[in-house]
């Protein structure tokens, strides 16, 4: 199943502890967020054996990476294909698979093989999705 999900790619944040000692996530609303935009696509009930996922994060472009005057909507030549600076695409892939954690599959351990890529795009930053069970 192919997953696409419009706007900028969101990486997990650290769990913070609170004065008193307890934990939390601040990452929890925009997973919620996240799952909302994508269960409607959910298989039911949960994959259960091995998961393959591919995933591809699109970047938006900074400015800098264009032109100026009358030729600022085209690229400078010397602008790159891949996206070296933060989020780091470990935790664009952490956040993935949390939010899809019971929903999509029973638990984020079932991922085997993962391929991941961030990218920049000129238009339309996005997160796209591929999970399939795997046999074998």
Same mark, same amino acid.
């Given at each position: 199943?192919?997953?696409?999900?419009?706007?900028?790619?969101?990486?997990?944040?650290?769990?913070?502890?609170?004065?008193?000692?307890?934990?939390?996530?601040?990452?929890? =609303?925009?997973?919620? &967020?996240? !799952?909302?935009? #994508?269960?409607? *696509?959910?298989?039911?009930?949960?994959?259960?054996?091995?998961?393959?996922?591919?995933?591809?994060?699109?970047?938006?472009?900074?400015?800098?990476?264009?032109?100026t005057g009358k030729f600022s909507g085209i690229l400078k030549d010397t602008a790159p294909m891949w996206h070296t600076g933060r989020p780091d695409l470990d935790?664009?892939? =952490?956040?993935?698979? &949390?939010? !899809?954690?019971? #929903?999509?599959? *029973?638990?984020?351990?079932?991922?085997?093989?993962?391929?991941?890529?961030?990218?920049?795009?000129?238009?339309?930053?996005?997160?796209?999705?591929?999970?399939?069970?795997?046999?074998?």
């Amino acid at each position: 199943m192919i997953l696409t999900i419009k706007g900028n790619p969101t990486a997990l944040k650290r769990h913070r502890m609170t004065k008193t000692g307890h934990s939390y996530d601040p990452s929890a =609303k925009e997973k919620q &967020d996240f !799952l909302m935009m #994508v269960q409607n *696509k959910a298989p039911n009930p949960p994959i259960k054996g091995a998961i393959k996922i591919e995933v591809l994060f699109y970047m938006p472009r900074p400015k800098s990476h264009y032109r100026t005057g009358k030729f600022s909507g085209i690229l400078k030549d010397t602008a790159p294909m891949w996206h070296t600076g933060r989020p780091d695409l470990d935790n664009l892939v =952490k956040f993935i698979s &949390d939010a !899809l954690n019971g #929903v999509f599959y *029973k638990d984020d351990s079932q991922i085997c093989l993962l391929h991941a890529e961030k990218m920049y795009v000129k238009k339309y930053p996005r997160t796209e999705i591929d999970i399939e069970e795997i046999h074998g």
